[in-house]
């Protein structure tokens, strides 16, 4: 379990990240004595992202920790008294100084949930001054979040169950802390590691990495290697040049070269040999090599194979190639080709091992495609689209307020989806035979939940005409308390914990809910009761037009 | 004068913040004893964003503030360690406990210039393991914080001068660092003010914000507002109930709103009207309000008139109404008029000052549509598209090898966009007549400089015959010494003097290299000795193919 008593790791992270109007409205709250009116608000989004028809729900941890610290320092105040003036009333700043959440209360859907359209997220109760004060940080905290998580669960489907996903995205991320946003979010949403040292450090995320085109072009021939000694795996031995025999296995394989799938005479560069000896060297059982420096079939991968063969000598399994340009489907196959040739040629069966990384501008249709093309790549490195959500790069997540002392709030508009629903709402998840969760259902606070085996009338909640009668096999209750009134209230799980979640959430989703194309959308309903709510108050507030 | 002596603001930007192939590549150069081998490296990027030909160079005061304060803590150095496991030599622990950027030398174009593609922004010589150590920051650094100024220059040409530009985005930006670096970086790039408090405070950012829909919808009439005096702007008198003047008000604009240009009898919302007055009477002197929350022509605008007529009684001049759905140009358009009739008819002179503000999913291609309706718009307010650069959500920006103890090092590429441009390099501006820009042309290190008045043979990099003789009327070196050896080698702008800068550049610039639809790309060229020595690199490092 995770303990919300250390603050959030970003600094940055405290009540002055919030738009001003915030403050603002604070201050004509407080002076019109509305501050502590026991307000409501949803947090919720209206359409999930990337044409997609899911999302995962994620930021809750943080936004819990966000609330337990949440308060204005002498420092802040001293501020916000230069900025709003000397016409405020220095009360004011007396209330602000002693504002924090322990009059708030949150439910909210367990973090790492698959959630839809609509259904708040999570829903914030206390006083009216206080949570609106924390409206811009709570949405900033879940909006990039949930969409990279979503982001990463996405390219996780597209990639199948057993690819090693890797997060490579760091620097090209919107800022440092987007950067480690999208690291922890990712793994959670699917992916196995990051290259983000920082990441692993704080969030104990596997890290991965080995080396760029600058290593390669640094090394000018394997003499630049002052000690070239290897030991063997198992101690027993050390082999004094090890440089010599990667020599070696390189002048056997451009004899037999001729046969291999290649059928070429094998001339590779001797500077990249040099530097993969440098770093076989240095990672003997951690050997993964970029190969495409200088020409990725004709010298990276011979090299490769001529060092990994040297490994295997010694007892070591050589890691693998990355593959960072070109048409990586087809490099793939035939890398995996003159492996498994050499594999059988030299008899060494360990080069078998070898995994082929692909990286280089991949994103959700690059997965596909290349799975078209028979790719035979094991592991993949994605920066740019996965990091920065290039395809959607913001989730429009909002937070609106349903009922104040006792009293409905509804925003209506003209644009239907743009209509709240009103008041302190219940929610729950009917499962179906197969255990496939089969609609979310939202019923005013206190309505008799639906029962196994029971027909309930989900409707929806917008169209008359929309109803039918579910008999589910499961219920699933959406909504725990996770803050009560100053107190942390429901364990939180650990970020691995996270993780397994989301598979098994994406997993128990309906295939066609998934699917990249024209997806089956989900059915988000509420019930009768609420539906009768919702139009009677509509009635109620909209005004009757006037045609002229 | 900026000093480097405080750490970053984001206390997550340290040498861990890094890919971890760096920490490896680290440690097999340091195996092979070329770690102090003498590096140089460019960073540079391949294309301007948003389909534009310029782009605004951000993030160096952050990079060199990140350089000034680089180094492993011990904790970092365990957390390393039982990473890279028990294979790896102790003294690679011991030599990363020592490291800093005390041997390196940083060489930039000053933040906030306009820079261009292949033209290297920043130029780091140092210990080929340190200079290493460093990229992947640097890079996060310099990325977005180029990207979202870059932005922002567009959008602040695609709205004129004029318009006061406002950043609202930081709900839907990428994690709470992505919004503090969007809200700094929009401000140099051309914004006025930001909603984010935390910038405001952190970086002496105007902050701008009023209130939300939640605030109009939580006021059930002006009954609620206990206390409805308010104090006239002279502070002679005070009127002991403005919620009574405010009804008196509308009420002579109900009798008068037929012979308006809406030409129908007046009903507005009374709950809207109470959450006017409630806002005016907390901020008389800074009275916006947000119109759209019933309806904007026939209650918002109205009954924010109402109230302004009584502000302007008591002497304030009311600041303006927000509209922030359905046809921006069109209620502006209207809005104005009624304002202008008003004040006419109320003679009222201080009405017309109020200002339009408009919010709402705006974008560059908005802000040219409006311009095309006749849009009354003083102001706007941006979000998601200026903050998540939803056109672009990435810059590309690369940090290359190119030379190595003396020696070039150039990385080849089938695609001729992606060979670095090899050795030290000088660059230099070069103006015209105008004084505008012509062209920017990298020399190789320690070659005579362009002399104003003479002619200069240009050369594209690659296209041999592509070439022009220049004869500038004013030559501007474009680098300058900005961290030598561990010092702060040059005078480091305030963020005002930056956004200054950033105006000026942009200013200077011809006008069809910023136009928005297929603008003239800005030539970028070499001299005559860095073409010939890029071409003998080139043909002695390329393989020659073999055509089977």
Known sequence: MQSLATPPENTLVKALLTDYYQITMAYAYWRSKKHNSRASFDLFFRKSPFQGEFTIFCGLEDSLRFLAHFGFSDEDIQYLKTVMGDTTDPGFFEYLRHVDASDVTVHAIPEGSVVFPKVPLIRVEGPLAVVQLIETTLLT????????????????????????MLEFGLRRAQGPDGGLTASKYCYIGGFDATSNVMAGKLHDIPIAGTHAHSFVSSFRGMEEIPDRSLAYADKSDTCKDFGQLVKEKLSQLQSAWIDSPAAVHLETNLDELGAFTAYAIAFPSKFLALVDTYDTLRSGVPNFIAVALALCDLGYAPHGIRLDSGDLAYQSIESRKYISWTAERFKCEKLNSALIVASNDINEDTLNSLAQHGHRIDSFGVGTHLVTCQ????????????????????????????????????????????GAPICDVLLREGEKAPVVGEAFLCRHPFQEQKRAHVRPQKVTPLYKTYWDKGEAACELPTIHELKQRVTEQVAELRQDHKRRLNPTPYKVSVSSDLYTYIHELWLQHAPIGELS
Do not use: W
């Open 391 to 434: 395809a959607q790069p913001a989730l429009g997540a909002v937070y609106k307020i349903v009922e104040l002392d006792g009293n409905p709030c509804m925003k209506l508009s003209a644009d239907v989806e743009k209509v709240t629903i009103p008041g302190k709402k219940d929610g729950y998840r009917l499962h179906g035979r197969d």
């Open 141 to 164: 905290l879940v909006n990039f979040a949930s969409l990279v998580a979503t982001n990463a669960a996405r390219f996780r489907l597209a990639a199948g169950p057993k690819a090693r």
